[in-house]
Every structure is written in C-alpha cells, then in structure tokens.
T-cell receptor, first 112, second 113 residues
Framework: EAQVTQNPRYLITVTGKKLTVTCSQN?????MSWYRQDPGLGLRQIYY???????DKGDVPEGYKVSRKEKRNFPLILESPSPNQTSLYFC???????????FGNGTRLTVT | SQQGEEDPQALSIQEGENATMNCSYK?????LQWYRQNSGRGLVHLIL?????REKHSGRLRVTLDTSKKSSSLLITASRAADTASYFC?????????????FGIGTKLQVIP
C-alpha cells in the first residue's frame, strides 16, 4: 500500500531534549516536505526537499533541521525543543513538485 | 505567509444541501489544490486545478478557478454527514518557487444528519 509513515504518533518531551520524528514514503517520490499545524494558523511549511541531498527552508524553519540521505526518508530533528514547538506535525511527499501531496497521519508533539 | 485564505472559516449545513467554500490567494500560481482533513488526521488530496483551467469536476465536487480575481471555490453537492471535515486550499506559485506549496487556514464543514 502506498503510504507516508510518520513515527511516533504522539510524543511528549521536555525542553531541550533532542528528538527526531521519522518520515518514510514507499512511493519513490522525489519531493518531501514537513508542515506544522496550529489552531488558527493552518499548515505552515517547515522544510522541504526536492530530491536526495537537496533541502531548503520553508516558512518556519527556525529550531528545526532535516536531512535527505535516502530518497524514502526525511527525518525532522529538533535539536533543543521548546514549548512553542508544541504542535501537530505532518510529513508529505509527492512524485515531484507541484504534484498533489500525500500526507502521513501526523505526529502530535508536546514540549513541556 | 498564508497564501490561500479560505472563506468561510466554519460552515454548518443540513445533509443533502450544497456546501460552497472559497479560497483567495495573492500571487501568480501554477496550480491550486483542495484537500480534506478529518479531525486530527493527515490531509487527503481532493482535486487539482491548473492555472489555465476554469472548472473541474470529480464526483460530487466541483472546483472553479478565477485567476483574474485570484480566487477559487469548492462546491460539494448533495452533502452527506461523512463530508464533515476541514477543507484546505493549497497554492503552488508560478515563479520558480513551485516547490513551496502553501496552505490556507481551512474551512471547517459540519454536515448535520
């Protein structure tokens, strides 16, 4: 089944403790992207990747890192999480921009 | 920055009625896409309309695009309780930055049985 898989689904952590949210797609898609969703703000793009080893900042990249060493994986790294990064995070992929996006089921992160 | 802005932000209708949601945007686009999100879940792509298209249909969905007014509308005909969800428009810019898909805040639709 074609899908985008995010893990974990829920994560509660404390300020400053490094964490990684994994994202994997099995559709051989070139384009991958991370979004955060907050009430009243919609989805905002954090980082995106056009292909392996090609990443770029979205609208809200501060406090986040990404890497794209393999085509299928696009992890999101929070080196030192802060409470304002509490949010619902989505990974998405598409065959190539600007094709429709396939979304993962989300990771709800709480930073205390 | 929020490129697409949906209107209304919330909509409540009776089952069987039609639901219309609007999206306005600011810059030139390559295409505009509509997505649906069930509560807290990932978004699901519904329909894509290119900048040179004016109308597109998919089942009970009808999307229009007016590039002169920089607006789009999504019509769901004969709504069902299962259509209850949030609906988002997403714009893909035309000027070399087409990789930056930008979403609006969404319209929350409630269909009452």
């Amino acid at each position: 089944e074609a899908q985008v898989t995010q893990n974990p689904r829920y994560l509660i952590t404390v300020t400053g403790k490094k964490l990684t949210v994994t994202c994997s797609q099995n559709m051989n898609h070139e384009y991958m992207s991370w979004y955060r969703q907050d009430p009243g703000l919609g989805l905002r793009q954090i980082y995106y990747s056009m292909n392996v080893e090609v990443t770029d900042k979205g609208d809200v990249p501060e406090g986040y890192k990404v890497s794209r060493k393999e085509k299928r994986n696009f992890p999101l790294i929070l080196e030192s999480p802060s409470p304002n990064q509490t949010s619902l995070y989505f990974c998405a992929s598409s065959e190539k921009a600007p094709s429709p996006l396939h979304f993962g089921n989300g990771t709800r992160l709480t930073v205390t | 920055s929020q490129q697409g802005e949906e209107d209304p932000q919330a909509l409540s209708i009776q089952e069987g009625e039609n639901a219309t949601m609007n999206c306005s945007y600011k810059t030139s686009i390559n295409n505009l896409q509509w997505y649906r999100q069930n509560s807290g879940r990932g978004l699901v792509h519904l329909i894509l309309i290119r900048s040179n298209e004016r109308e597109k249909h998919s089942g009970r969905l009808r999307v229009t695009l007016d590039t002169s007014k920089k607006s789009s509308s999504l019509l769901i005909t004969a709504s069902r309780a299962a259509d209850t969800a949030s609906y988002f428009c997403a714009t893909v810019p035309n000027s070399g930055g087409y990789q930056k898909v930008t979403f609006g805040i969404g319209t929350k639709l409630q269909v009452i049985p």
